[in-house]
């Protein structure tokens, strides 16, 4: 496999950048593309283990969007 099969997500050497939509949905984002509409900067550019650990530590190990826990609120509250 040549380094131009490496897909850019799992480089461990690449610069990253995580973003943020409206629903509180984190994804983490080659440095090098252009962000998609609709979604934000939140971190970076910086390394890939950097930007991991910082939606990580915002999203949690269940990775949940806020949205599904919204929807899952008893009524009337």
């Known amino acids: 496999m040549s380094s131009d099969d490496v897909n850019p997500l ?3 050497n690449g ?3 995580v973003l943020r939509n409206a629903q509180g949905q984190y994804s983490l984002w ?3 593309a252009p962000v998609p509409a609709g979604w934000c ?5 910086d390394s ?4 991991l650990e ?3 530590e915002r999203w949690g190990p ?16």
């Open 10 to 12: 799992d480089d461990e």
């Open 15 to 17: 610069t990253f950048l």
């Open 48 to 51: 890939r283990a950097f930007c």
């Open 41 to 45: 900067v939140e971190a970076g550019p």
């Open 54 to 56: 910082f939606v990580e």
């Open 30 to 32: 080659p440095d090098f």
């Open 62 to 77: 269940a990775l949940r969007p806020g949205a599904i826990a919204v929807t899952e609120q008893p009524f009337g509250l």
